[in-house]
């Protein structure tokens, strides 16, 4: 097991490694807010180190994200919430995040 996460907290879309080993991903609910979180396991010896890098506060920048995150070449994250954003219809959002 490299993380356990607390009751409440669900950790249902896919990981994404970078070239350095790090691991980041999503939770779909849990972290400060509720909303979800993303977050970051570093390779450190034979130990994992947990990092919360956003927590998602279920207003303009959305909440509840799903379907995983996408890396790209600079280390930029991208990804989808499925809920809130700043439309009417609270529809979710697509977001970029740099670690």
Do not use: Q
């Amino acid at each position: 097991m490299l993380h356990s996460f607390e009751y409440g907290t669900y950790t249902d879309s896919p990981l994404v490694m970078d070239s350095l080993g790090n691991i980041f991903g999503t939770t779909s609910a849990g972290g400060t807010n509720g909303y979800g979180r993303i977050f970051e396991l570093r390779p450190s010896g034979r130990n994992w180190i947990y990092s919360e890098l956003y927590d998602f506060t279920g207003g303009k920048d959305g909440g509840t994200p799903l379907g995983g995150l996408v890396l790209d070449s600079t280390g930029n994250l991208y990804g989808t919430t499925a809920y809130y954003g700043s439309n009417s219809c609270s529809c979710g959002v697509v977001f970029e995040f740099t670690p």
